[in-house]
């Protein structure tokens, strides 16, 4: 599936299962909330934190899907062209870091 596909998709689920958008306001809540729960994911398998036996069955990648559909609401609903946008912000990153990373000490050895 294409980001445009997806974009999609969120769009009809949204228009027919889900009703309608949440406001966008309420959407950025949202998505804050469930990098939360990739942030718990994250810090007790490869931080130093111990899981809770609450937290023991979340699983990573329905997560950060979690994460994906919440900006594709936003993008939706705000009409922003994720695949653009991503396309864009290769571009961007190419230009301003073309030599950062090659050049930069701590990433070296």
Not at 10 to 28: A, C, H, K, P
Not at 32 to 55: C, H, L, M, N, W
Not at 56 to 66: F, H, Q, S, V, Y
Not at 80 to 103: G, I, S
Request: charged residues 30%.
């Amino acid at each position: 599936m294409t980001i445009q596909e997806a974009q999609q998709r969120v769009d009809q689920w949204i228009n027919t299962t889900g009703v309608r958008y949440f406001s966008e306001l309420t959407n950025m809540a949202i998505l804050t909330e469930e990098v939360g729960e990739v942030a718990r994911i994250i810090s007790r398998q490869y931080g130093d934190q111990s899981f809770k036996p609450s937290d023991r069955d979340k699983n990573l990648a329905d997560e950060l899907a979690d994460v994906l559909w919440v900006v594709m609401c936003l993008a939706n609903q705000t009409g922003v062209d994720l695949t653009a946008a991503l396309e864009q912000n290769f571009e961007k990153k190419t230009t301003r870091d073309a030599t950062r990373h090659k050049d930069n000490e701590k990433l070296k050895g």
